[in-house]
């Protein structure tokens, strides 16, 4: 029997780190799926997913009682994701070496065909903004399962709903993506007929 969540973080606090990294594998793909969601970027998602248990293992010990681990955590990816982002604008500013690095990755072999990278990371912009639009009941489940490649298991235990529940809000989620999806199509097909 797997021990609950409350039971791991209290032996986190006083400095398992055993119970940590339970924690950690239970809440790595939700950490990713949120990260991701805000930086559209799978390698830096990575890492700033991993920098977030850093600093959640430094603070485990300020977690009040009472308080959910999963919130807790959310917000400690949140406050890492808006540093990493104050950062990258105090280095863009710093000047030419920022240059120098953007025209180095651009003479990589990434750059073969800028065309379709523009197009995939323009399509890619356009449905994270639209999952970002989407209520949260909705698009916590997308996340984890599309986004962080969970399983219905996992999902439902890190979001407490019964398996019925998660296959419906994903499906009713689903549907909502993809009328957005849509919608910039239809309005171009009405338009074009006027």
């Not at 400095?15 to 799978?42: M, S």
């Not at 700033?48 to 990816?77: C, H, I, P, S, Y």
């Amino acid at each position: 029997m797997t021990e609950p969540d409350e039971v791991l973080v209290g032996r986190s606090q006083r400095g398992d780190r055993a119970a940590f990294e339970e924690l950690v594998r239970r809440f790595g793909r939700l950490v990713y799926a949120r990260v991701y969601l805000e930086v559209g970027d799978a390698h830096r998602a990575e890492d700033l997913a991993q920098e977030t248990f850093l600093v959640a293992w430094r603070k485990v010990g300020q977690l009040a009682q009472g308080a959910t681990f999963r919130g807790w955590l959310m917000k400690v990816a949140q406050t890492v994701v808006v540093d990493a982002v104050r950062r990258e604008g105090r280095q863009k500013r710093a000047g030419p070496r920022a240059a120098a690095e953007a025209l180095d990755q651009v003479a990589g072999d990434d750059a073969l065909d800028p065309a379709r990278r523009v197009e995939d990371d323009e399509a890619r912009e356009r449905a994270l903004a639209m999952l970002a639009s989407l209520p949260d009941e909705y698009r916590a489940p997308l996340m984890l399962r599309y986004l962080g490649g969970s399983d219905y298991d996992t999902i439902g235990r890190q979001l407490g709903l019964s398996n019925g529940s998660l296959r419906g809000l994903l499906h009713r989620g689903l549907a909502m993506l993809r009328d957005k999806l849509a919608r910039p199509a239809r309005e171009a097909a009405v338009a074009a007929r006027r």
